[in-house]
């Protein structure tokens, strides 16, 4: 039995309970769709506790095909032990009550936080096999294209037990390869590739405004890689749920084309010579915390007076470009928010520390870094159409997903997506331990002190995995470690190619490896038995980050499943979190812990500053929707 991807949901457990659209559908029995965590715990337990009789995988699957059939709860929690038996046959990994409870929590529509290293991705297979069971399609997300791929080839043994076709949908697939990947019941991609797809699509059919008319012209229209590919958004199952609908939705996806608006050389340089004269807090004021930056009113005269040649004559957008050069010096750093690259530019994701080589910045100001790299200049593009996440997720017929950090930001997952957090309990006691959090007056006094601490854990045999913030950050301690001949490894975000290989060997005897921020995101870091003899894996943070989740993924890597391991935090006066409020100085070795306290405020500040702006991104996209909707232009 092979459903087809564009096949109807069939499911005897649709119900319709809200009016958003992303709400459409449920694929769990009425009485567990809206189910709290208590009764969630309870099903589990007896889905793992129900005796499967020893059959073969055809008749087990006919078993619970049979089933579901019923009305009956105790036939529900045996289709489900079947379905976990099949698992256990395929993959040889029988899920524990925990992974049932997420997988079913992922099928009522909501987000599953669960501890880093608990198995997300066995519970996204068995939601996954649920839906199916359902006839329902599923588009399988993930945070980066390794994860997408491992997880379809792991996948395939199980897939092919319930006859599902498995594809792939990867950033590097030729537009053949992409067409294709539709055809799969089973699709393992990344939401921006889905986006930028589902957008691509819209671009084709934008001139066909009326619905019937645009199904007529998807019906006939030739079998060329322009056709749309998307044939129904049943249900998204989202692993690295925080990472891929909050961190990923604070850019949107842009399609562009030539055109647009163009700068010269000429006036993109001048711009700059203008802005290296200026005076900080004299002419212009930085924002760090807000990344903003105001001009003075001494600031505004001296552009008005400052010399240049004809390029910059025109006093109605010198003000504007010189802004623009005050930015690209100011707010945008190498090995922070970009990094050069065959001599171009690539943003870099200030969370995951990923390289993002189909980005650009809007408004001239790539064209500026690149003048300020010495990069030769991109021509200008003109946008041809945009797309945010939120607008894109309210699609789907069905929404769910995974995290270990989700607390944080369920308020924004319900506001923005109706998607309610929920937690699932550990399977293994933590055994992690918490070295506390020591304070140093500068990076060199930090980083004399790293060392001393790297060469003693190293004589314990333990593992250690840093925790930069940057990786401007990563290649400073490691130029560092090297000059002291401390061996390591470097895994900064931007060689995607052996990631997984470098994270993988984290948890060896004796390793020590620099990671950028949550890099390495979703690979398991497997100890030597030397190591968890030895305490097990230490993560050690160079400073508090961003958001305090991003403390908790890095946090989460030690210590996973029952295996020991430790964590600490380093910190100095010159943490860039501390930039953006006042605090006296010289900082103390050992500030009170209402320092540290406050610390963990600013974090939850810098989130809740975050929040802000992809909620006013949002609001700014409904309310250039209703213009141009007025205007009859879309």
């Known amino acids: 039995m092979n459903h087809s991807g564009s096949r109807v949901i069939k499911s005897r457990f649709h119900r319709t309970g809200h009016t958003s659209s992303s709400q459409s559908f449920y694929l769990l029995p009425a009485p567990w769709h809206t189910a709290n965590a208590k009764t969630f715990e309870r099903i589990a337990k007896r889905v793992v506790n129900t005796q499967v009789r020893t059959l073969s995988i055809a008749e087990l ?8 059939s019923s009305n009956n709860e105790n036939d529900w929690v045996h289709a489900w032990a079947s379905l976990c038996e099949i698992m256990h046959q395929t993959l040889g990994m029988k899920p524990y009550w925990t992974q049932v409870m997420a997988a079913m929590i992922s099928l009522s529509q909501r987000i599953a936080e669960m501890d ?15 839906a199916h069971l359902h006839y329902c399609p599923v588009h399988i997300i993930t945070a980066n294209d390794y994860l997408a791929e491992r997880d379809a080839l792991e996948s395939l043994p ?52 009326d619905p019937l008319r645009q199904a007529i012209q998807f019906m006939t229209s030739e079998k060329t890689v322009n056709r749309p590919v998307f044939k129904g958004l049943g249900l998204a199952l989202i692993d690295e749920a925080d990472s891929v609908l909050i961190d990923e ?11 647009g608006i163009s700068w010269t050389t000429d006036e993109l340089k ?31 005269a001296e552009i008005r007076h400052i010399e240049t040649s004809v390029a910059l004559v025109n006093r109605l957008y010198r003000q504007e470009l010189v802004m623009m050069a005050l930015k690209a010096l100011y707010l945008f750093n190498l090995g922070v928010e970009y990094v050069v690259q065959d001599d171009s530019i690539v943003i870099i994701d200030g969370l995951t520390g990923r390289p993002m080589p189909d980005r650009r ?29 939120k607008q894109f997720f309210e699609h789907y017929a069905a929404l769910g997903g995974m995290t270990g950090t989700a607390l944080e930001i369920k308020k924004e997952l319900k506001d923005v997506y109706d998607l309610r957090v929920m937690r699932v309990p550990r399977y293994f006691p933590s055994k992690r331990v918490d070295k506390g959090v020591s304070w140093y007056f500068d990076a060199d006094t930090r980083n004399r002190d790293l060392i001393d601490k790297l060469k003693r854990y190293r004589k314990e045999g333990k593992a250690v995995l840093i925790g930069a913030p940057s990786i401007a950050v990563a290649n400073e301690l490691s130029l560092c470690l090297n000059t002291k001949n401390v061996a390591h490894q470097l895994l900064d975000g931007v060689q995607d190619a052996n990631e997984a290989e470098l994270i993988a060997q984290a948890g060896k005897e004796q390793q020590i490896t620099i990671a950028t921020s949550v890099a390495g995101r979703g690979t398991d870091i497997k100890l030597d038995d030397e190591v ?5 894996l230490h993560v050690i943070l160079i400073g508090f980050l961003r958001f305090y989740r991003m403390d908790r993924q890095l946090i989460g890597r030690s210590a996973r499943q029952s295996d020991p391991g430790s964590f600490e935090i380093l910190c100095t006066a010159q943490d860039d979190i501390l930039d953006s409020f006042w605090y006296p100085k010289p900082i103390a070795r050992k500030p009170s812990r209402i320092f540290t306290h406050w ?34 232009i879309i």
């Open 532 to 536: 968890m003899q030895n305490g097990g």
């Open 599 to 632: 610390l963990r405020f600013l974090q939850m500040r810098n989130e809740r500053q975050a929040r802000l702006a992809r909620k006013s991104l949002n609001k700014w996209e409904l309310d250039r929707r209703s213009w141009l909707s007025f205007l009859k």
């Open 249 to 259: 939705a604070s850019t949107p996806c842009v399609i562009s084309g030539e055109g």
């Open 116 to 130: 880093t290293g608990e198995g997300k991705s066995l519970s996204t297979l068995l939601a996954a096999g649920w």
């Open 270 to 300: 001048e711009a700059l010579v203008v802005a290296q004269q200026l005076i900080e807090n004299q002419h212009f004021t930085v924002h760090s915390a807000k990344r903003m930056l105001t001009l003075t009113d001494e600031g505004k």
């Open 361 to 389: 910045w809007e408004q001239g100001l790539h064209e500026m870094i690149e003048i300020k790299e010495g990069c030769p200049l991109s021509p200008s593009r003109a946008t041809l159409g945009k797309l945010n996440y």
């Open 61 to 68: 699957l006919s078993d619970v095909k049979e089933r579901l």
């Open 158 to 209: 199980f897939a092919q037990a319930l006859n599902i076709k498995v594809t792939t949908l990867l950033s590097g697939d030729d537009p053949d390869t992409r067409e294709a990947a539709f055809s799969g019941e089973w699709i393992f991609t990344t939401g921006k590739e889905l986006v930028f797809e589902f957008l691509r699509d819209k671009l084709y059919l934008k001139d066909a405004t």
